[in-house]
Every structure is written in structure tokens, then in C-alpha cells.
């Protein structure tokens, strides 16, 4: 490993995988980190997984090997298993490699860092058995570990939907769908369909799933709210309501379960673009923090660009086509490539891009994530790590605080070892609500190094 390139990637999902590969292909010198083996959340563990996992994973997920197998024979660097766990605004970039720990510096970054799932805070969201439907795949892909007993998937968002049908090709039963989405989503996205039919194959992947679920007679739970889950030591049981809109009444429902997957869909990871000093706008339709960038990915941080999901969540087919297109562009600045050539390249990428967005305001507002579930009661634990609950957090607001990190010196909620992961977003939506400000006005918890947990012995082992 040397200690300067001209390009560091960071993030070995399809924007990194593509903007590495395009930017070695254009004559850069580049590396690229990840804590994984490449591939991202979309393509995780491609390389390993066996030829007939492709009738549970779908071939969606082994499109990814081609991209993987693009940037291992472009020349480019690959630092795998490494961490990014320290990152200035002068770039200097901390690495945990096998336990030690090595400083590197790049003339130019790009950060294509992914997105998280959004936390979905609920009565019980903190008991054993109950996981995030992320978590859940991630098992699937890189073990092959699919839930014992009785299953209940909750939320909304294509993963949820998607993970439902992998389990079924998987031969995993479910008991129970609870979409918690409820059915005026679907007149409030109406709206965009039209637009969403140039990527008509997205609205058909969306069809079969459903299909499949509607075939396995999976009972699917609609317009449900107050769901929590129950049990003493562990999860014993799904509970929520139901209103049955004709009559008006309302339903309790419970279901008897050991494993509860949730989701609520996915939100930019801004950590590290934040500690390079990016600018970032608030997205309010998909209630999500994003990186202000140009066509070409440039920041506001003249060295650094930001490609994939960490910059707005957009899917992994617009994700790779964004990582290109910084290549193309930090190909013309650094002088590899004429303007002429970057252009011709990124016209066919720019149409490519334009189709693969075409999808997103229709799902957007089709799975926007609950209010319930972003502005919980009182009584649910926000910060699982340093044990803190909503009401705490009210009251940290009524005692003055203005903005997450004044909670965070009075309550010690997003101090814990996720580094505020789990409760960034539910504390500025508790707080802006509370105020009556605006999210950009209550704006996000200030990130500090270490971004991962590193023991002193690795951080003196240079
Ligand atoms: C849990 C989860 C599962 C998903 N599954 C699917 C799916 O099955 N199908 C689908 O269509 N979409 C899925 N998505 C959405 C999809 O992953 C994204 O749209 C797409 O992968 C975005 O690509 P990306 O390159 O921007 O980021 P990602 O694919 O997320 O890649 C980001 C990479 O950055 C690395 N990274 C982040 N921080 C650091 C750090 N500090 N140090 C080192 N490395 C770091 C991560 O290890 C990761 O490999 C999923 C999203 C999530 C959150």
C-alpha cells in the first residue's frame, strides 16, 4: 500500500466499483477501501456466493459480478477489509487494516459510501428477535442464513418486498406482511407513475414480488398503526391496529412470533462526507439528509465528489452510472482525458441515468417512512446504545436544547458505540417537531472521529 494516490475511492459498492474502474481505465491512479469484500449492500459477497443461489437471490444480485470482475482487472488498487475510520477536512484518510492502523492521502476523493437503513423506533424495536429486514439479507448473502420460527416482516420499502420473495424462493415461511404504509400513498405517488413508466422494468420487478406474495398466501396486514413488539426477555409477539376504512372500526391484531424483521427504507451514510466538510441539503420527500453536488458529482470540497446512494438514495443501477460519471470528470480535470472525450462518454451515461431515476419520485412518495415511526412515543428507546428514550429527548428540548448535539451533551444519545447510526435522524426529527423549526434550521449530529470502534492498541499500532 503506498501512502498517496491521485484517486482514493471510498465505498467498493457499484458507484465506487464503477468510478474506480472508469478512473482507472481513464489513466488514473487509483485506490479504492472498503470494509468489504467489493460489491456494496446490493452485490455483498457476489464473488463467493454458490451458482444456485441465483434462484433465491435473483439475478439482479449476480449482475453485480461483472462490475466486480470489471474493476479487479482495471488495474486499480483494491484495499479490502479496511475501515475508514478517520477523515479530515484536509483529506488525510485513517485506515484500520488488520488491526493496525495506517494514514494515506489522495489528491482527489471520491466517497461512495452507501446508505443505511432508517431507524424504525418502536415499543420493543430493541428485544432479541426483533432485527432490521438489511440485516436480514446480509445473513442471507453472505451465509446463506435464513430465520428458524415464525417470521413477521414490518414496514414498508422495495427491500421489504424484495426480501419477502427471496425468502420465499429460499423456502422460508413467512407468517405475516405488516405494511405500514398506509393506502394514501398510493393516490399521493399517482401523480409520478407517468414518469416512472420510462423504467417500467422497476414497476414490473415491484409486480412479481407482490405476486409471489399474493400466491403464497402470505397474510398481508394494510393501513396498520401502533405496532410494537412484545415479550419479556425476548420478542414473543407482533402486535399492532388496523382501522377497516369502511366501517370505521378498529381491529387489534396479534401475531405469536420469534423473529420480527423492520424497515422503513434506506437514508444517505453522510458520515464521512461530512467529516471532508461537504455541504448537505435536506431531501424532503425522501426525509433524508444528501450531499450538494453537481451533474458531475462535484461537493462543495473541491477535491472531494460524492457518487451512489451517500449522496441521495437513487438504487444501484443510477448509483454505478453516477460513479462513471466522476471518473469522466475527474479524468478532464487531472488532465487524462479531453473535454471531448469525457463528453461523449457522459451523454450515453447522463441518458442511461435520466431512465433509472425516472422511477424514484413514484417510489419516494409511495414508501415515504411513517410519521409514527420517525416522531415515537415517549416511552421508545431512540438511543439503543446509551439507552435513551423520546421522552428524554422532548425533554432535553424543553429544557433549551435547539439542535442534536445539545441533546447529545445532555443526554448522552448518540454517544454510544454506533456513533449516533441507530438515533441521528429520529433526534433531529424529535427536535425540529418539538421546536416547530425545520430540519435544515435543527440540521444533524456534528461527526467526530473515530467513525469506527478502533481499541487504542490498533490506533498505536501504525
Ligand atoms: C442493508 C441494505 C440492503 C440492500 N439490498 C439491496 C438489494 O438487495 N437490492 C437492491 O436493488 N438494492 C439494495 N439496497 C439498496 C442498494 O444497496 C443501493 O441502492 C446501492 O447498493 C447503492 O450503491 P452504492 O455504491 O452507493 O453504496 P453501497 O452499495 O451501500 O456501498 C457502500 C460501500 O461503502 C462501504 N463503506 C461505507 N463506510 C465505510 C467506511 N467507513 N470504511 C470502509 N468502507 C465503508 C460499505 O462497506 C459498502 O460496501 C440495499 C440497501 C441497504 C442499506
Not at 11 to 34: F, Q, Y
Not at 92 to 119: N, V, Y
Not at 166 to 174: C, D, F, N, S
Amino acid at each position: 500500500m503506498k501512502s498517496h494516490y491521485e484517486v482514493l475511492v471510498i465505498g467498493g459498492g457499484p458507484a465506487g466499483l464503477a468510478a474506480a474502474a472508469e478512473a482507472s481505465r481513464v489513466g488514473l491512479e487509483v485506490a479504492l477501501v472498503d470494509e468489504q469484500a467489493p460489491g456494496g449492500q446490493i452485490y455483498r459477497n457476489v464473488s463467493e456466493a454458490k451458482n444456485g443461489a441465483v434462484n433465491y437471490l435473483g439475478r439482479d444480485y449476480f449482475r453485480g459480478q461483472k462490475l466486480v470482475n470489471e474493476f479487479l482487472n482495471s488495474g486499480a488498487t483494491f484495499l479490502n477489509d479496511a475501515s475508514v475510520w478517520y477523515l479530515d477536512e484536509r483529506l488525510e484518510t485513517g485506515l484500520l487494516i488488520d488491526g493496525s492502523s495506517h494514514f494515506i492521502t489522495a489528491e482527489r476523493l471520491i466517497l461512495a459510501t452507501g446508505a443505511q437503513e432508517r431507524p424504525m423506533p418502536l415499543p420493543g424495536w430493541h428485544l432479541p428477535g426483533v432485527m432490521t429486514a438489511g440485516a436480514g439479507q446480509i445473513l442471507l448473502k453472505s451465509a446463506g442464513i435464513v430465520p428458524d420460527g415464525r417470521l413477521v416482516l414490518a414496514g414498508s420499502g422495495p427491500l421489504l418486498l424484495l426480501l419477502a420473495w427471496q425468502y420465499l424462493q429460499a423456502g422460508v415461511k413467512i407468517e405475516a406482511l405488516v405494511d405500514t404504509a398506509p393506502d394514501s400513498r398510493f393516490f399521493e405517488a399517482i401523480s409520478s407513475l407517468p414518469r416512472a413508466l420510462a423504467a417500467v422494468d422497476y414497476l414490473f420487478k415491484g409486480l412479481t414480488f407482490m405476486r409471489a406474495i399474493r400466491k403464497a398466501r402470505i397474510p398481508v396486514y394494510k393501513n396498520v398503526y401502533g405496532l410494537r413488539a412484545e415479550g419479556d426477555e425476548s420478542l414473543e409477539s407482533v402486535c399492532f391496529n388496523l382501522t377497516r376504512s369502511r366501517a370505521g372500526n378498529r381491529i387489534k391484531v396479534k401475531i405469536e412470533a420469534d423473529t420480527l424483521m423492520l424497515h422503513q427504507g434506506v437514508i444517505s451514510n453522510i458520515r464521512l462526507p461530512l467529516a471532508a466538510g461537504c455541504n448537505l441539503v435536506w431531501d424532503a420527500l425522501q426525509q433524508n439528509w444528501k450531499v450538494r453536488k453537481d451533474k458531475w458529482g462535484q461537493t462543495s470540497v473541491k477535491q472531494v465528489m460524492v457518487a451512489g446512494d451517500c449522496a441521495g438514495v437513487v438504487g444501484a443501477r443510477a448509483a454505478e452510472l453516477q460513479g462513471r460519471l466522476c471518473a469522466l470528470q475527474l479524468g478532464y480535470e487531472l488532465r487524462a482525458i479531453g473535454p471531448g472525450q469525457r463528453d461523449r462518454s457522459a451523454q450515453q451515461l447522463n441518458r442511461s441515468l435520466n431512465r433509472h431515476l425516472s422511477i424514484r419520485t413514484f417510489i419516494d412518495k409511495l414508501y415515504a417512512p411513517g410519521r409514527a415511526y420517525q416522531l415515537p412515543d415517549d416511552e421508545t428507546l431512540v438511543c439503543r446504545c446509551e439507552e435513551v428514550n423520546a421522552g428524554q429527548v422532548r425533554q432535553a428540548v424543553r429544557m433549551g436544547c435547539v439542535g442534536p448535539n445539545q441533546v447529545k451533551a445532555f443526554t448522552r444519545c448518540g454517544m454510544g458505540p454506533c456513533q449516533g447510526c441507530l438515533c441521528g435522524s429520529t433526534v433531529a426529527a424529535l427536535v425540529a417537531d418539538e421546536t416547530g423549526a425545520s430540519m435544515e434550521q435543527v440540521g444533524y449530529f456534528r461527526v467526530r472521529p473515530p467513525f469506527k470502534p478502533i481499541t487504542l492498541g490498533e490506533l498505536a499500532n501504525t
